[in-house]
């Protein structure tokens, strides 16, 4: 018997667990693998429970790798993956990650083994995607950090796990307090109107649609694609049940001292924001966007491809190429300010006013390019320059 491995993740482990119950009841030969890392710092070691649908078959522990209890998750996940595999007894193996694992690493981690993943899937309570969003306490003093190193926030990590996955599990209680309502559902959709949803109930019946989606294959690389900001499929406008997305683009800089002094009124303005821009200062630095939690993260990824002479198009992937397509502008290429924000209650004028203003004026824009690269480098301290 094959082996396949489906990733199961989220911060919202009542529904984590849940979904991972419905996996082992409805697929048969399945197994459940999870690694609790919860008392990791207190003990040095992280505890390994391998499960079916009757109960639990094994325990385990593994000790901490560098003072890290997701390396030692790593580290001890792909030898029990190849210890299913080679018994030919298992169908699927479920990993059921904890709280602040990200799928992501994960799901790398399994493919470069060679082992076949063929679901990453995110469970979710729709009541609960607003609190963690607007979270921006810090994993450690939740006491959910993955390492003493850890400087993730509840905010970024539940963005990343809820996005990188092409399944969500939704998990609904009725009589959940607070129950979800319909502004719940519209910023789920909103938030990734690529993903399937799939519905999940507590009750005994098996979940079929779930028990396809675990069995029906994974594109690690298509995920990673999907998540770079360079070629991310970001959200269209949208407006439901008071939440709204707003999409803005732009093919002038931003001037950086202007950006810089509304970072913090754009940040505040959305539960979340992401996106891909352009400083007049650094017009061959292509910068990411990514603020949740009230937390903003801008960073480099690289160069705008107009940048790159015409020989090093052919080592492009060609996802990037044709997400450069889609922003071309015939002087500037794919430079572009191209920036998302979904929220309750969002001020579409008020946001497009302030970003508006963060913009060159008409006569910094005719000064031209050398001009540009004089600017104040405000952002040299945020990027590390």
Request: net charge negative.
């Amino acid at each position: 018997m094959s082996l396949s491995v489906a990733l199961v993740g989220g911060l919202h482990s009542e529904a984590r667990r849940t979904t991972v119950d419905r996996l082992l009841a409805a697929v048969p030969g399945s197994v459940a693998l999870h690694h609790d890392l919860a008392t990791a710092p207190e003990t040095g070691t992280v505890a390994r429970t391998v499960r079916d649908a009757t109960g639990v078959l094994s325990t385990g522990e593994t000790p901490l790798v560098n003072d890290c209890a997701c390396c030692a998750l790593r580290e001890d996940l792909v030898p029990e993956l190849r210890r299913l595999a080679d018994s030919g007894l298992t169908r699927l193996a479920v990993v059921d990650l904890w709280d602040s694992v990200e799928p992501r690493a994960m799901a790398e981690v399994v493919v470069a083994a060679g082992l076949r993943l063929t679901s990453v899937i995110t469970a979710v309570d729709p009541a609960l995607v607003l609190p963690c969003l607007g979270n921006g306490d810090d994993l450690a003093d939740v006491g959910l950090a993955a390492a003493a190193t850890d400087r993730r926030t509840v905010a970024d990590t539940w963005a990343r796990q809820l996005e990188y996955a092409p399944v969500l599990a939704v998990v609904e209680d009725p009589e959940g307090d607070p129950a979800a309502d319909d502004a719940d559902r519209a910023l789920l959709a909103q938030l990734h109107p690529t993903a399937r949803q799939i519905p999940v109930t507590s009750a005994a019946t098996p979940c079929t649609e779930l028990a396809a989606a675990a069995l029906a294959g994974f594109d690690v690389e298509a995920a990673a694609a999907a998540q770079h900001p360079a070629c991310a499929l970001l959200p269209q406008d949208a407006d439901d049940s008071g939440v709204t997305t707003f999409v803005w683009h732009h093919t002038r800089p931003f001037h950086p001292e202007r950006l810089y002094a509304a970072l913090e009124e754009l940040t505040c303005a959305a539960a979340r924001s992401r996106g891909r821009f352009w400083l007049a200062d650094k017009p061959d630095v292509l910068l990411h966007w990514d603020a949740a939690g009230g937390a903003l993260c801008v960073e480099s990824v690289g160069p705008w491809l107009v940048s790159l002479p015409d020989a090093a198009w052919e080592m492009i992937p060609p996802v990037r190429r044709a997400a450069a397509a889609m922003d071309w502008h015939p002087e500037h290429g794919d430079r572009c300010q191209h920036l998302v924000f979904t929220s309750p209650g969002l001020d579409r004028e008020g946001l497009a006013e302030v970003l508006d203003s963060c913009l060159l004026t008409d006569a910094e824009y005719a000064a031209g390019r050398e001009a540009w690269k004089q600017l104040p480098p405000a952002f040299d301290s945020l990027l590390e320059v």
